[in-house]
């Protein structure tokens, strides 16, 4: 099943979609994590709503396009042939890399080092689209 991520509608006073009906996504279990935020943010303002609405539905925008394609690359992996490999990966602890002796860290020498697909410090396993 695809997901569409991304979508927007246009602003109308007063009312507004929250939880998986605002946020399309695999059900990888972000879904009710982001359905909490939004109710959260709705209810910044209650004494006038359609700026509460106005503000929430710009922040969530922003930030459910990542969580969606981040869900979308996870249920991808859990449907892959190697998906049982893949998920030990995911969650495997890997030993955090030694700084350079400049204490000044390159993020890009680190990432060319660590093969595609290996997971990065704390278990998570960065994944390309």
Known sequence: MQHRTGTRW???PGITLIGDAAHLMP????????AMLDAAELAT?????????????????TRIHPIAEMSARVQAMMLSPTAADD???????????PAPASGRVDEG???????????????????SG
């Open 10 to 12: 246009t602003h109308q």
């Open 27 to 34: 059900p990888v279990g972000e879904g009710a994590n982001q």
């Open 45 to 61: 303002n209650p004494a006038d709503p359609d700026p509460a609405i106005r503000t929430y539905e710009e922040a969530m925008f």
């Open 87 to 97: 998920i030990i990966r995911f969650f495997t602890p890997q030993p955090i890399e």
């Open 109 to 127: 020498a680190r990432r060319s080092a660590r093969p595609p697909g290996k997971p990065i410090a704390g278990g998570r396993r960065r994944m």
